[in-house]
């Protein structure tokens, strides 16, 4: 773990623990790997204004990774953004509300974009998008969005996935399941592993030089494409192929466990 130089990890099940805290003392950790010359990326399908309210006294220091890569922050400057074209984001909406069970988030760079209808869900939404505007129709709504989320009430994300999305979505898009109850599409290629390699490039890191965490699908990329990467004990069972390494729960805290390691290997 000398040869540690960039770390990233995923939130919701990985980072966090299920109450939706960040573990102990987690800035002092931030402070130590910076002053070890290791750069932190929070990789995330949290859009990047969620990501810097959640690290207020670091948020120009981290690497953001945001919507599962199609807004990449580095160090308060942004990196990239791709954004999905307006006929796309409106098909996809109309598609979700009428053949599925599912209800449409259209991700916009400055606020999430939901369905009046859709205000008993605000509580659920706001823990991720802390920006969000109510529309009419998202099927009608125009403005910069970088990708649709889809929130799935019933629990039934990955069934959802596997005989609507895919289908329909899989060839043209990055589609992934983000959990129990989400689905995230964003434009073809972008994903956490690809935005990771392009700023490996841009800092001049090797990929081995390179550790991440995660839990679901759409870490698989990122998980992929490091020379360390680690599951957490409550990961998806599916997700076993995509990481070499394994660590504790996020309950447990299990990448403070890890960070402990590296930090102890470079001191």
Same mark, same amino acid.
């Given at each position: 773990?000398?040869?540690?130089?960039?770390?990233? !990890?995923?939130?919701?099940?990985?980072?966090l623990? /299920?109450?939706?805290?960040?573990?102990?003392?987690?800035?002092?950790?931030?402070?130590?790997?910076? %002053?070890?010359?290791?750069?932190?990326?929070?990789?995330?399908?949290?859009?990047?204004?969620?990501?810097?309210?959640?690290?207020?006294?670091?948020?120009?220091?981290?690497?953001?990774?945001?919507?599962?890569?199609? +807004?990449?922050?580095?160090?308060?400057?942004?990196?990239?953004? +791709?954004?999905?074209?307006?006929?796309?984001?409106?098909?996809?909406?109309?598609?979700?509300?009428?053949?599925?069970?599912?209800?449409?988030?259209?991700c916009?760079?400055?606020? #999430?974009?939901?369905?009046?209808?859709?205000?008993?869900y %605000?509580?659920?939404?706001?823990?991720?998008?802390?920006?969000?505007?109510?529309?009419?129709?998202?099927?009608?709504?125009?403005? /910069? #969005?970088?990708? +649709?989320?889809?929130?799935?009430?019933?629990?039934?994300?990955? /069934?959802?996935?596997?005989?609507?999305?895919?289908?329909?979505?899989?060839g043209?898009?990055?589609?992934?399941?983000?959990?129990?109850?989400?689905?995230?599409?964003?434009?073809?290629?972008?994903?956490?592993?690809?935005?990771?390699? #392009?700023i490996?490039?841009?800092?001049g890191i090797?990929?081995?030089?390179?550790?991440?965490?995660?839990? !679901?699908?759409?870490?698989? /990329?990122?998980?992929?494409? +490091?020379g360390?990467?680690?599951?957490? %004990?409550?990961?998806?069972?599916?997700?076993?192929?995509? #990481?070499?390494?394994?660590?504790?729960?996020?309950?447990?805290?299990?990448?403070?466990?890890?960070?402990?390691?590296?930090?102890?290997?470079?001191?």
């Open positions: 773990m000398k040869d540690i130089k960039f770390i990233a !990890t995923d939130m919701d099940h990985t980072l623990t /299920e109450a939706g805290t960040l573990p102990p003392h987690f800035g002092d950790y931030l402070d130590r790997l910076e %002053a070890l010359g290791i750069q932190f990326a929070i990789a995330s399908g949290r859009p990047l204004y969620t990501l810097q309210n959640l690290f207020p006294d670091h948020k120009d220091r981290l690497t953001l990774i945001c919507d599962n890569g199609a +807004v990449v922050s580095h160090r308060g400057r942004i990196l990239d953004k +791709v954004l999905m074209p307006q006929a796309d984001y409106q098909d996809i909406a109309a598609f979700v509300k009428s053949h599925t069970d599912g209800r449409p988030l259209v916009g760079i400055d606020a #999430a974009i939901a369905d009046e209808k859709d205000r008993q %605000a509580t659920v939404y706001q823990e991720f998008y802390h920006n969000l505007a109510f529309v009419p129709d998202t099927a009608a709504w125009t403005g /910069e #969005a970088d990708k +649709v989320t889809i929130y799935l009430p019933n629990g039934d994300a990955r /069934e959802t996935f596997d005989q609507q999305i895919a289908p329909r979505y899989g043209r898009f990055s589609a992934a399941v983000s959990g129990p109850v989400w689905i995230d599409i964003m434009m073809k290629g972008i994903n956490k592993g690809t935005a990771i390699q #392009a490996g490039t841009k800092l090797a990929p081995s030089q390179m550790m991440a965490f995660g839990d !679901t699908f759409n870490d698989a /990329e990122m998980l992929s494409t +490091v360390y990467g680690y599951l957490v %004990a409550n990961a998806h069972p599916d997700m076993s192929r995509f #990481a070499k390494y394994r660590t504790a729960s996020n309950d447990d805290y299990g990448v403070l466990k890890v960070l402990d390691q590296v930090i102890a290997a470079q001191s």
